[in-house]
């Protein structure tokens, strides 16, 4: 009787065209959250840098040291097993052995595994209002990215304020500012540097040191606005939530919105003029 079984090579070929459709596959999927050119990115889904290798297996290995140091006094044991796993998340976080996200998570799997927190407890934090602040913060610069909402304020602050070198300046510092009260302060950056550029080559002066000059002026004053609008709302930039979060927590004083805007807005209404 005939063997129905396909020859060794024609096996071995149709794994490997399996393993290249799944491949594929994989790149088809990362394209959903890695659009256009930030697709080069998902290489890290078929190959592993040295330095990733390096990291998963260092921030493993102090992970197990320090649970097996003795106890500290005064620390408890609690504490040693929240240092390594602060550690152990701390070296993944550098090298990226394992997604940045990912390596966020562990607290929920570690923290009952160690004993440290219960899971309704571990899992608290990331379902703080602290988080869902952030969360609409970085919806809104998406949305503002998506529809181009940051070049029509910044082209009509522009227009309004006039063409000459320091009024760009003025012109780009205003623009940044407030888009930075809403979004945090690199992304406002981020978003506003090559409109910046862009505007900047066009009305350029014509000398090389009024070049130099007019880049520099743009470019640092971009970045002290985008400091300085930071302030004015509490979702302007992480650290305002993450006080506002504190002083809730430790000297139980609640911080809203409108609050910190009262005091905040005021600081940059006077700080961007002198700046």
């Known amino acids: 009787m005939r063997s129905t079984q396909p020859p060794v090579s024609v096996r071995s070929s149709s794994m490997s065209t399996l393993r290249l ?38 921030g493993g290995i102090a ?13 408890g044991e609690a504490g040693l097993r929240t240092a390594a796993a602060a550690v152990l998340m701390a070296v993944w976080w550098m090298t990226e052995a394992i997604p940045i996200p990912a390596t966020a ?8 595994f160690l004993g440290v927190l ?9 379902a703080g209002d602290l988080i869902f602040l952030f969360m609409g913060g970085f919806l809104l610069a998406v949305t503002m990215e998506r529809w181009g909402l940051h070049k029509r304020i910044a082209l009509r602050i522009l227009k309004a304020v006039g063409t ?9 510092m205003i623009a940044t500012a407030f888009l930075s009260m809403w979004i945090s302060n690199t992304a406002t950056a981020a978003m506003m540097l090559p409109i910046a550029i862009a505007v900047g080559e066009l009305l ?7 070049t130099y000059h007019f880049g520099l002026a743009l470019m640092l004053g971009m970045a002290y606005a985008a400091s300085i609008g930071g302030v004015a709302t509490l979702i302007g930039t992480p650290p305002n939530a993450v006080l506002a979060a504190s002083a809730s927590e430790i000297l ?4 809203g919105f409108v609050q910190w ?12 003029p002198i700046t």
Do not use: C, W
């Not at 491949?23 to 330095?51: C, H, M, W």
């Not at 350029?204 to 009024?210: I, L």
């Not at 805007?261 to 961007?272: A, D, H």
């Open 204 to 210: 350029r002066p014509s000398d090389q040191k009024g």
């Open 118 to 126: 219960d899971a309704p407890t571990a899992a608290a934090p990331y």
């Open 261 to 272: 805007m009262g005091v905040g807005l005021p600081i940059t209404l006077v700080m961007l």
């Open 105 to 112: 998570l562990l607290p929920l799997v570690l923290f009952p």
């Open 164 to 172: 000459t070198p320091n009024r760009v300046v003025l012109g780009f």
């Open 252 to 255: 139980d004083i609640e911080i």
């Open 21 to 58: 459709h799944e491949a594929k596959s994989y790149r088809n999927v990362a394209r959903i959250f890695y659009p256009g050119d930030r697709l080069e990115n998902t290489d890290r889904l078929t190959q592993y840098r040295p330095a990733q290798r390096y990291g998963l297996i260092s």
């Open 63 to 75: 992970f197990i040291v320090i649970l097996l140091l003795p106890v500290p006094s005064g620390l």
